[in-house]
C-alpha cells in the first residue's frame, strides 16, 4: 500500500520540531509496509486535489505566516477545501491551525486572511499580551493528547466546528472555554506541538486509518511496541498537570525571572 | 567597606563551602538587591572598558578565548567565565574581582570580557557602556523563553541605538540576520567570516532559521553553507548579499588559516573540533583586533586555551576516556553529531536532556536535530535527564541501530555508561546546560579534578 503526503510550506512554517509528525506517520506506516511518500509544496506550487491522502500544516513565526497565508487562501486554497469535503486528512498545528480558521489579526492589529476551513478565528490581543505557553494536556474521545503550547494568539469557534478535545491542564484554544483544536470532518487543527505526533502513537494511527480507509476501504492496522512513546506520553501528562504549582513558584520569584516581559 | 560586594564574596564563599555549586549567580542576586547600581558603579573601575559577546552558541568558548589573549597583552581582566551570563552573573564576577572597598586593583589595566544572554543584551549594553560588541549567531533556541527568534533580532538592533558612536562592532558576515546588525551600527563595525572549502554543506541544514533577506524577506540563496544558515549568502531578489569580511578564516591546512584587515596572513592551532571552533576562534580574534592587542598575545592566548567548561573536556575516569560537549540546540547539537561523524565507530553515547527553565522547558527542539546522521555509527545510547523518555523516542525514530538504554536519574545513567565502556575505550557525554552542571559535577569527582569554578578564569 502507498500513501501520499503533502507538507505545505515546509520552509516557512517548521518551527520547532513540527517536521518530528512527518518522521512519526511515515516509520509508523514503513512498520506495517505502507509507503509514505512524503512531498513538499511551496508558495506557487500548483496543488491537485486528488493526489494526496494526507496534508501537513506546522507552525510558524508571524513573518513567514504572513508570507504564504496570500498562497494559501488564493491559490491553494480551493484544491485543499475540495480535497477536505472528499475525506482527505488534514493535521495543521499552531499557525498552519490558525490560517485554516477564517482570519489571524495579529499582534499589531493586522487581518491575515485564513482558508476559513475551520468555522473559527483567532485574535492576538496585542504584543504586551502573555503568551499561552507551557506544557498541554488535553482529554480526547480516544485518549489523553500531550504536547508544548506557545501561541500568542487566541482561538474562538464557531457553531460550525467543534473543539478537538477538552482541556485538562493549560490553556488550549483561548484559555477561557475549555477547547483546545477544531475538527472539520477528517481535518485536525490543533495548538499542540512538541511535537505532537511521536508522543500520542494513538492520534498518530487515527489519521493514518483515516486516510487508508479512504483510499483502500476499511483496513485493521497491526499495534506496535509503544512502550517508550508511551511512557514520554505518561512524563509529559505528569509535568502539565504540574504546572500550576510551578507558576505558582515562578511567581514567588518575582522580578527574579529571565526573561522578557513585553512580547 | 562595600556592604553589598562583601555579601556576594561571602555567600560565594558559603555555597562553595556547602558543595552548592560555583556561586556565580546567587551572590550577584544577592548584591544587585542591596544595590541596584553596582554594576555601572564597579565597572566604572574597568580601565579598558568591557566586550560584550553574544549570540546563541560559542559565547562561552569566545569570551575564554579573548580573555587568554587579554592576559597574554598583559591585562587584567574581569569576566563572567562560567557561563552565569545575566545581569546577576556580571554582577557576580564583578563583586568577585571587587576588592573588599568595592574597588577593582590595578584598574587602568582592568578589561572586562562578558558573555551576554541574548535577551539581556539591552540591559547589560545600558549598564556596562561598552568599548566592543562581539555578535556570533541567531539560532532557534528556547522558543519558549524568548518568544520568536525574530524577536531577538528585533530586540538586539534597539540595543544598538544606545551604544555610543565610539563602541566598536564585530559582527559575524556569515549569519544574515548578524550581518545586517551593520545598518543600525553608529560606531566602526568589523566582519569576519569563513571562506569557502571542503566542509561546505549543499544546502541550510534543517533546523535553518535564516532563511529569509533581512531586508526584502525574498529567499536568501548560497553558494556555499558552513553549518546551519552560515554561509555566503545572497539575495537573489533584491541583490543584498554577505559582506566582505575584513578577518577572513580558511579551513582545510592545519589550524585556521586567517587573512587580517592589514592584509597579514597567519595561521592559529584550532582550539577545540568543529567548523564553529574556527568562528569562535575568529570572533576572539575580531574582538581583540577591535581592542588594538598585538599578535602575539592572540597567538600565545590561543595556543594556551584549555577549553572552556563543558565544551569538549575531556576527562579520564577509571581509566575510559569521556569527553563532555554542552549541546543545548538544534543548530549546536547538529554541529556536534558532525563532529562525531568524523570519529572511528561505534560510538558510545550518553545523552542527557533536561527541561529546566535555563534548558528551555520546549524539549521539541531535538526533533529538530539530524540525529539520523549517526545511523549505523552507535554501539549504545544511554538516554538520560528529566525528559530522557522524549530523547529516547527520538532515537528511537532515528533508527540509529544499537542499544538504547534509558535512564531519567543522571548519576545512575552516568555509572551505567562508564560501567559499559571498556576501559581504555571513550565515552562521549552530550548534556544540555543544566545535565552539564551536574554531569560535570558527578565526573570531576570521579576523575578527581578540579570542579569548574576553580579553573582560575576568574
Known sequence: ?263 | MDAAVLVAKGASLVLRRLGLGGGTALPGLLALRLDPGLVPRLAAGLGQGAVLVTGTNGKTTTARLLTGMARQAGLRTVANAAGSNLVRGIAAALCQAAGADGRLAEAPRRLGVFEVDEATLPEAVALLSPRVVVFLNLFRDQLDRYGEVDHVAVVWRRSLAALGSGASLVLNADDPAVASLAHAARGPVLFYGLAPGPHCLPAPEHAADARWCPSCAGELAYECVHYAHLGLWRCPECGLSRPTPQLEGFLGGRGLGLRLPDGDQRVLPLPMEGTYAAYDTMAAVGAALALGLPWSAMEQGVAAFGGAFGRQERLTVQGRQVQVVLAKNPAGLNQVLRTLCRKPPPLRLALFLNDGLADGRDVSWIWDVDFELLSGRVEWVVASGSRAEDLALRLHYARLGGELAVEPRPVAALRLAIGRTPPGGTLQVLPTYTALLRVREVLARWAGSRPFWEDGAL
Not at chain 1, 515546509?10 to 516509520?27: A, C, Q
Not at chain 1, 472528499?86 to 491575515?112: H, I, M, N, S
Request: glycine content about 14%; overall charge positive; some cysteine.
Open chain 1, 1 to 263: 500500500m502507498r500513501l501520499r503526503l503533502s507538507w505545505l510550506y515546509p520552509r516557512h512554517m517548521n518551527i520547532y520540531g513540527d517536521r518530528g509528525n512527518i518522521i512519526v506517520l511515515r516509520e509508523r506506516c514503513a512498520a506495517r509496509g505502507i509507503e509514505l511518500e512524503v512531498e513538499e509544496l511551496g508558495p506557487g506550487d500548483p496543488l491537485d486535489p486528488v493526489r494526496y491522502d494526507i496534508y501537513f500544516l506546522g507552525g510558524a513565526q508571524d513573518r513567514e505566516q504572513r508570507l504564504v497565508a496570500c498562497d494559501l487562501v488564493a491559490q491553494k486554497g480551493p484544491a485543499l477545501r475540495e480535497a477536505v469535503e472528499d475525506g482527505a486528512v488534514v493535521l495543521a498545528v499552531c499557525g498552519g491551525y490558525q490560517l485554516l480558521g477564517r482570519f489571524y489579526r495579529t499582534a499589531e492589529g493586522e487581518e491575515l486572511p485564513g482558508l476559513g476551513l475551520f468555522d473559527a478565528w483567532t485574535v492576538h490581543p496585542g504584543p504586551g499580551v502573555r503568551r499561552f505557553i507551557g506544557n498541554v494536556a488535553v482529554s480526547w474521545e480516544r485518549g489523553t493528547l500531550v504536547g508544548f503550547e506557545n501561541h500568542g494568539g487566541r482561538t474562538y469557534l464557531g457553531p460550525g466546528a467543534r473543539p478537538l478535545g477538552r482541556v485538562l491542564a493549560g490553556y488550549g484554544n483561548n484559555g477561557e472555554d475549555g477547547g483546545e483544536g477544531a475538527v472539520y470532518r477528517n481535518a485536525f487543527g490543533t495548538y499542540l506541538h512538541g511535537p505532537l505526533l511521536p508522543k500520542n502513537p494513538h492520534l498518530a494511527d487515527h489519521l493514518i486509518s483515516l486516510a487508508i480507509a479512504r483510499r483502500y476501504g476499511e483496513v485493521p492496522l497491526p499495534p506496535l511496541d509503544d512502550a517508550l512513546a508511551w511512557s514520554a506520553h505518561r512524563r509529559a501528562l505528569r509535568l502539565a498537570r504540574r504546572r500550576p504549582i510551578l507558576m505558582r513558584w515562578a511567581r514567588a520569584l518575582g522580578g527574579a525571572l529571565p526573561w522578557p516581559r513585553n512580547r
